[in-house]
């Protein structure tokens, strides 16, 4: 393997989709890098309501789609945070991380289970929802790190 000379640059990567420090840190810059997960969260909650109310059961099909909302929000909160921190140009200590992440958590956490319990059963397609937007979410985010990783 050959070893990269000692007065080389480091690899930066400056492309339209990475943020820089000093670059406004917007919602809308957030959904639009996050819009095949946008789209992925919009056609679950399209689905949702249309299998469940050809099937009569729209207060289920409600819970799951404003589980997949929920979750959305979530995960665009999470990446907007994430580019306000490296849009700042600074380091967040673990103990921010773990504030915001516990924060962010028990709000989601406390709301889903306040309407799975006041509207039981139905109730649990809300936690279905962020079950299932959570795991296609992960699998896409996965894909793109594994791409990553494969390109030099």
């Known amino acids: 393997m050959s070893q990269p000379a000692p007065h080389a640059a480091p690899a930066t990567t400056h492309g339209p989709g990475v943020a820089q420090p000093g670059e406004p840190a917007s919602?809308?810059?957030?959904v639009r890098d996050q819009r095949k997960i946008v789209y992925l969260g919009l056609g679950f909650i399209v689905a949702s309501l249309w299998i469940c109310g050809q099937l009569g059961r729209w207060t289920l099909?409600?819970?799951?789609?404003?589980?997949?909302?929920?979750?959305?929000?979530?995960?665009?909160?999470?990446?907007?945070w994430l580019l306000r921190l490296i849009t700042?140009?600074?380091?967040?200590t673990r103990n921010e991380l773990i504030g915001a992440t516990l924060v962010r958590l028990t709000v989601l956490s406390v709301v889903a289970v306040a309407v799975a319990v006041f509207l039981w059963p139905e109730g649990?397609?809300?936690?279905l929802g962020l079950a299932i937007f959570r795991l296609f979410a992960l699998m896409m985010t996965s894909l793109t790190l594994l791409k990553e990783l494969k390109n030099p």
């Open 61 to 80: 099909a409600g819970c799951i789609a404003g589980g997949i909302a929920l979750a959305l929000a979530n995960h665009l909160a999470t990446e907007l």
């Open 124 to 127: 649990i397609g809300l936690l």
């Open 88 to 92: 700042s140009g600074r380091q967040a």
């Open 27 to 30: 919602l809308w810059r957030v």
